[in-house]
Protein backbone atom coordinates (compact mmCIF):
# COMPACT_ATOMS: atom_id res chain seq x y z
CA UNK A 1 0.00 0.00 0.00
CA UNK A 2 3.04 2.44 0.61
CA UNK A 3 3.99 1.75 -2.84
CA UNK A 4 1.13 2.40 -4.29
CA UNK A 5 -0.05 5.60 -2.17
CA UNK A 6 3.27 7.05 -1.38
CA UNK A 7 3.26 9.64 -4.24
CA UNK A 8 -0.43 10.00 -5.26
CA UNK A 9 -0.27 13.79 -4.52
CA UNK A 10 0.98 13.47 -8.30
CA UNK A 11 -2.59 12.68 -9.20
CA UNK A 12 -4.21 16.05 -7.34
CA UNK A 13 -1.40 17.97 -9.22
CA UNK A 14 -2.28 16.45 -12.45
CA UNK A 15 -5.35 16.98 -12.30
CA UNK A 16 -5.35 21.01 -11.10
CA UNK A 17 -2.77 21.27 -14.30
CA UNK A 18 -5.13 19.87 -16.51
CA UNK A 19 -8.30 21.39 -15.51
CA UNK A 20 -6.31 25.19 -15.66
CA UNK A 21 -5.59 24.52 -19.17
CA UNK A 22 -8.96 23.29 -20.02
CA UNK A 23 -11.06 26.29 -18.09
CA UNK A 24 -8.65 28.91 -19.64
CA UNK A 25 -7.36 27.33 -22.91
CA UNK A 26 -8.63 30.86 -25.12
CA UNK A 27 -8.66 33.35 -22.76
CA UNK A 28 -7.75 34.13 -18.63
CA UNK A 29 -9.01 36.76 -16.09
CA UNK A 30 -6.59 36.37 -13.45
CA UNK A 31 -7.99 39.10 -11.02
CA UNK A 32 -11.22 36.65 -11.05
CA UNK A 33 -8.53 33.58 -10.91
CA UNK A 34 -6.63 34.59 -8.06
CA UNK A 35 -9.99 35.42 -5.85
CA UNK A 36 -11.45 32.58 -6.15
CA UNK A 37 -8.12 30.62 -5.24
CA UNK A 38 -7.98 33.11 -1.87
CA UNK A 39 -11.68 32.65 -1.55
CA UNK A 40 -12.10 28.48 -1.78
CA UNK A 41 -8.27 27.20 -1.14
CA UNK A 42 -5.96 29.60 0.67
CA UNK A 43 -9.07 31.23 3.15
CA UNK A 44 -10.15 27.53 3.78
CA UNK A 45 -6.45 26.75 4.69
CA UNK A 46 -6.26 29.47 7.46
CA UNK A 47 -9.78 28.28 8.65
CA UNK A 48 -8.59 24.46 9.13
CA UNK A 49 -4.41 25.62 10.11
CA UNK A 50 -5.96 27.27 13.22
CA UNK A 51 -5.89 24.10 15.52
CA UNK A 52 -2.38 22.79 13.81
CA UNK A 53 -0.75 26.04 14.04
CA UNK A 54 -1.60 26.61 18.07
CA UNK A 55 -0.89 23.00 18.92
CA UNK A 56 2.78 23.59 17.14
CA UNK A 57 3.23 27.41 18.59
CA UNK A 58 2.53 25.86 22.62
CA UNK A 59 2.14 22.28 22.43
CA UNK A 60 4.75 20.08 20.26
CA UNK A 61 7.27 22.47 20.59
CA UNK A 62 10.47 20.72 19.92
CA UNK A 63 9.87 19.57 16.50
CA UNK A 64 12.71 17.68 14.71
CA UNK A 65 12.74 20.79 11.66
CA UNK A 66 12.44 23.54 14.33
CA UNK A 67 15.69 25.31 13.19
CA UNK A 68 17.37 27.95 15.44
CA UNK A 69 15.95 30.73 13.34
CA UNK A 70 13.12 29.40 13.78
CA UNK A 71 12.65 29.00 18.11
CA UNK A 72 14.15 32.88 17.53
CA UNK A 73 10.88 33.82 16.13
CA UNK A 74 8.14 35.85 18.11
CA UNK A 75 4.95 33.64 18.54
CA UNK A 76 2.95 35.75 15.56
CA UNK A 77 5.69 35.35 13.53
CA UNK A 78 6.32 31.57 14.08
CA UNK A 79 2.13 31.41 13.26
CA UNK A 80 2.83 33.19 10.19
CA UNK A 81 6.31 31.36 9.58
CA UNK A 82 4.01 27.77 9.76
CA UNK A 83 1.31 29.01 7.49
CA UNK A 84 3.83 30.05 4.65
CA UNK A 85 5.28 26.47 5.19
CA UNK A 86 3.02 24.24 6.27
CA UNK A 87 4.99 22.77 8.72
CA UNK A 88 2.05 22.93 10.98
CA UNK A 89 0.68 19.70 9.58
CA UNK A 90 2.17 17.09 7.26
CA UNK A 91 -0.39 17.07 4.44
CA UNK A 92 -0.44 21.20 4.34
CA UNK A 93 2.88 21.85 2.67
CA UNK A 94 0.66 21.64 -0.25
CA UNK A 95 -1.03 24.64 0.12
CA UNK A 96 2.06 27.71 0.07
CA UNK A 97 3.33 25.30 -2.93
CA UNK A 98 0.49 25.60 -5.18
CA UNK A 99 -0.30 29.06 -4.07
CA UNK A 100 2.97 29.75 -5.96
CA UNK A 101 1.91 28.17 -8.62
CA UNK A 102 -1.14 30.13 -8.78
CA UNK A 103 1.01 33.07 -8.57
CA UNK A 104 2.68 32.06 -11.91
CA UNK A 105 -1.19 31.27 -13.54
CA UNK A 106 -0.54 34.51 -15.91
CA UNK A 107 2.82 32.69 -17.35
CA UNK A 108 1.67 29.35 -17.67
CA UNK A 109 -1.20 30.91 -19.95
CA UNK A 110 0.74 32.51 -22.05
CA UNK A 111 3.32 29.43 -22.15
CA UNK A 112 0.32 27.10 -23.14
CA UNK A 113 -0.58 29.53 -26.11
CA UNK A 114 2.44 29.28 -27.24
CA UNK A 115 3.33 26.87 -30.24
CA UNK A 116 6.19 25.43 -28.78
CA UNK A 117 3.59 24.34 -25.82
CA UNK A 118 3.08 21.27 -28.05
CA UNK A 119 5.92 19.74 -27.52
CA UNK A 120 7.90 22.00 -24.62
CA UNK A 121 5.20 20.58 -22.56
CA UNK A 122 6.28 17.41 -22.48
CA UNK A 123 10.17 17.75 -22.29
CA UNK A 124 9.38 20.21 -19.12
CA UNK A 125 7.56 16.88 -17.51
CA UNK A 126 10.44 14.33 -18.69
CA UNK A 127 12.50 17.04 -17.23
CA UNK A 128 10.71 16.22 -13.59
CA UNK A 129 11.44 12.78 -13.66
CA UNK A 130 15.18 13.48 -12.47
CA UNK A 131 13.59 15.41 -9.11
CA UNK A 132 12.47 13.80 -5.66
CA UNK A 133 12.51 15.95 -2.62
CA UNK A 134 9.45 17.53 -1.75
CA UNK A 135 6.63 17.80 0.92
CA UNK A 136 6.82 17.62 4.41
CA UNK A 137 10.76 16.49 4.74
CA UNK A 138 11.38 19.42 2.03
CA UNK A 139 10.64 23.25 1.38
CA UNK A 140 8.80 25.09 -1.32
CA UNK A 141 11.32 25.42 -3.78
CA UNK A 142 11.56 21.70 -3.77
CA UNK A 143 8.11 20.98 -3.79
CA UNK A 144 7.61 23.46 -6.51
CA UNK A 145 10.56 21.87 -8.31
CA UNK A 146 8.69 18.55 -8.18
CA UNK A 147 5.23 19.11 -8.69
CA UNK A 148 5.57 22.27 -11.02
CA UNK A 149 6.15 19.42 -14.24
CA UNK A 150 3.41 17.66 -13.23
CA UNK A 151 1.18 20.26 -13.27
CA UNK A 152 2.48 21.34 -16.53
CA UNK A 153 2.15 17.50 -17.54
CA UNK A 154 -1.61 17.78 -16.68
CA UNK A 155 -2.12 21.40 -18.88
CA UNK A 156 0.21 19.31 -21.85
CA UNK A 157 -2.63 16.23 -21.10
CA UNK A 158 -5.42 18.78 -21.55
CA UNK A 159 -4.13 20.31 -24.99
CA UNK A 160 -3.96 16.90 -26.38
CA UNK A 161 -6.98 15.98 -25.23
CA UNK A 162 -9.23 15.42 -28.25
CA UNK A 163 -6.28 12.27 -29.37
CA UNK A 164 -5.40 11.68 -25.50
CA UNK A 165 -8.56 10.61 -24.11
CA UNK A 166 -9.52 8.51 -27.27
CA UNK A 167 -6.77 6.43 -27.43
CA UNK A 168 -6.88 2.38 -28.42
CA UNK A 169 -7.26 -0.53 -26.01
CA UNK A 170 -3.92 -1.36 -26.71
CA UNK A 171 -2.43 1.49 -25.83
CA UNK A 172 -4.32 2.02 -22.65
CA UNK A 173 -3.20 -1.76 -22.14
CA UNK A 174 0.40 -1.39 -22.66
CA UNK A 175 0.52 1.72 -20.27
CA UNK A 176 -1.64 -0.24 -17.16
CA UNK A 177 0.86 -3.41 -18.00
CA UNK A 178 3.58 -0.74 -17.73
CA UNK A 179 2.43 0.16 -14.32
CA UNK A 180 1.84 -2.94 -12.66
CA UNK A 181 5.37 -3.79 -13.44
CA UNK A 182 7.27 -1.01 -12.08
CA UNK A 183 4.76 -1.63 -9.04
CA UNK A 184 5.31 -5.37 -9.00
CA UNK A 185 9.32 -4.69 -9.11
CA UNK A 186 8.92 -2.08 -5.96
CA UNK A 187 6.80 -4.37 -3.42
CA UNK A 188 9.43 -6.80 -5.11
CA UNK A 189 11.86 -4.51 -3.74
CA UNK A 190 14.30 -5.11 -7.26
CA UNK A 191 13.98 -1.35 -7.54
CA UNK A 192 14.37 1.18 -4.64
CA UNK A 193 12.45 4.37 -5.21
CA UNK A 194 13.27 6.91 -2.43
CA UNK A 195 10.72 7.13 0.01
CA UNK A 196 10.62 10.63 1.86
CA UNK A 197 10.36 9.35 5.75
CA UNK A 198 13.13 11.23 7.21
CA UNK A 199 14.84 15.08 6.85
CA UNK A 200 18.25 13.26 6.48
CA UNK A 201 17.43 10.27 4.12
CA UNK A 202 15.73 13.06 1.26
CA UNK A 203 17.83 13.77 -1.68
CA UNK A 204 18.35 17.31 -3.35
CA UNK A 205 16.86 19.08 -6.09
CA UNK A 206 17.89 17.21 -9.19
CA UNK A 207 19.79 14.35 -9.40
CA UNK A 208 20.75 11.92 -11.98
CA UNK A 209 18.73 9.04 -11.32
CA UNK A 210 15.78 8.62 -13.25
CA UNK A 211 12.45 8.63 -10.86
CA UNK A 212 10.71 5.56 -12.49
CA UNK A 213 7.89 5.37 -9.33
CA UNK A 214 7.41 9.48 -10.30
CA UNK A 215 6.96 8.30 -13.74
CA UNK A 216 4.73 5.18 -12.86
CA UNK A 217 2.22 7.95 -10.78
CA UNK A 218 2.00 10.03 -13.81
CA UNK A 219 1.18 6.90 -16.00
CA UNK A 220 -1.31 6.20 -13.22
CA UNK A 221 -2.68 9.80 -14.15
CA UNK A 222 -3.15 9.12 -17.58
CA UNK A 223 -4.69 5.95 -16.88
CA UNK A 224 -7.29 7.27 -14.58
CA UNK A 225 -8.25 10.24 -16.94
CA UNK A 226 -9.14 8.17 -20.04
CA UNK A 227 -11.03 4.86 -18.32
CA UNK A 228 -13.18 7.83 -16.18
CA UNK A 229 -13.55 9.39 -19.50
CA UNK A 230 -15.10 5.86 -21.00
CA UNK A 231 -17.32 5.91 -17.84
CA UNK A 232 -18.54 9.06 -17.39
CA UNK A 233 -21.95 8.60 -18.73
CA UNK A 234 -22.60 5.69 -15.78
CA UNK A 235 -23.93 7.39 -12.55
CA UNK A 236 -21.94 6.15 -9.56
CA UNK A 237 -23.30 7.69 -6.40
CA UNK A 238 -20.01 6.98 -3.89
CA UNK A 239 -17.44 8.46 -6.11
CA UNK A 240 -19.18 11.28 -6.93
CA UNK A 241 -20.10 12.13 -3.55
CA UNK A 242 -16.03 11.55 -2.78
CA UNK A 243 -15.27 13.73 -5.71
CA UNK A 244 -17.51 16.55 -4.06
CA UNK A 245 -15.61 15.92 -0.59
CA UNK A 246 -12.31 15.55 -1.72
CA UNK A 247 -10.83 19.12 -1.20
CA UNK A 248 -12.71 18.97 2.80
CA UNK A 249 -11.48 15.22 3.34
CA UNK A 250 -7.61 16.60 2.28
CA UNK A 251 -8.20 19.31 4.97
CA UNK A 252 -9.81 17.73 8.05
CA UNK A 253 -8.35 13.73 7.37
CA UNK A 254 -5.45 14.23 9.34
CA UNK A 255 -6.98 15.92 12.11
CA UNK A 256 -8.62 12.45 12.56
CA UNK A 257 -5.19 10.35 11.85
CA UNK A 258 -3.70 12.33 14.64
CA UNK A 259 -6.58 11.96 17.26
CA UNK A 260 -6.12 8.60 16.64
CA UNK A 261 -2.66 7.55 17.21
CA UNK A 262 -2.46 10.28 19.74
CA UNK A 263 -4.96 8.27 21.71
CA UNK A 264 -3.79 4.81 21.13
CA UNK A 265 -0.63 6.31 22.22
CA UNK A 266 -2.21 7.93 25.83
CA UNK A 267 -4.10 4.32 26.48
CA UNK A 268 -0.79 2.47 25.63
CA UNK A 269 -2.51 0.19 22.69
CA UNK A 270 -0.10 -0.96 20.33
CA UNK A 271 -0.69 0.21 17.11
CA UNK A 272 -1.58 -2.89 14.72
CA UNK A 273 0.89 -3.48 11.68
CA UNK A 274 -0.42 -5.87 9.09
CA UNK A 275 -2.20 -4.84 6.06
CA UNK A 276 -6.02 -6.18 7.13
CA UNK A 277 -5.28 -3.42 10.04
CA UNK A 278 -4.46 -0.70 7.80
CA UNK A 279 -7.24 -1.17 5.50
CA UNK A 280 -9.58 -0.99 8.38
CA UNK A 281 -8.37 2.29 9.70
CA UNK A 282 -7.74 3.91 6.14
CA UNK A 283 -11.44 3.15 5.61
CA UNK A 284 -12.90 4.25 9.05
CA UNK A 285 -10.58 7.72 8.60
CA UNK A 286 -12.45 8.24 4.84
CA UNK A 287 -15.97 7.47 6.57
CA UNK A 288 -15.32 9.40 9.21
CA UNK A 289 -13.85 12.09 7.20
CA UNK A 290 -16.78 12.07 4.80
CA UNK A 291 -19.22 11.92 7.64
CA UNK A 292 -17.39 15.20 9.36
CA UNK A 293 -17.45 16.84 6.11
CA UNK A 294 -21.40 15.86 5.50
CA UNK A 295 -22.12 17.71 8.92
CA UNK A 296 -20.40 20.76 8.03
CA UNK A 297 -21.67 21.28 4.80
CA UNK A 298 -25.08 20.97 6.68
CA UNK A 299 -24.24 23.45 9.09
CA UNK A 300 -22.76 26.09 6.51
CA UNK A 301 -24.97 25.22 3.45
CA UNK A 302 -23.65 27.31 0.49
CA UNK A 303 -20.81 28.74 2.70
CA UNK A 304 -18.99 25.63 3.76
CA UNK A 305 -16.56 25.97 0.51
CA UNK A 306 -15.23 29.40 2.55
CA UNK A 307 -14.16 26.78 5.49
CA UNK A 308 -13.29 23.33 4.03
CA UNK A 309 -13.12 23.79 0.23
CA UNK A 310 -16.16 21.35 -0.43
Given at each position: ???????????????????????????????????????????????????????????????????????????????????????????????????????????????????????AGGLIALSGLFTYAYGYYGNIGESLLYFLPVYVFGMWASY???????????????????????????????????????????????????????????????????????????????????????????????????????????????????????????????????????????????????????
Amino acid sequence: MTHFLDSSTILFVFIAGFLFQHLNANSFRFNEYIFKKGTYVILPYVLISIPAVVDKLFFETDAYWMSPFYKSLSIPFQAVYLLATGKHSGPFYFIPMIAVIYCMAPLLFRFQKAKLFAWAGGLIALSGLFTYAYGYYGNIGESLLYFLPVYVFGMWASYHKEKLLIINNWILASLTLFYFLVLCLEVSQIIHPQHLNFFEERPHYFTTIFNLSKLKEMTLAVILLVVFYRIKEQKIEWLTRLGNYSFGIYFIHIYFINATERITDYLNLSRLQNGIAYLVFTASIIGISVAAVWIIKKIFKDRSRLVIGS
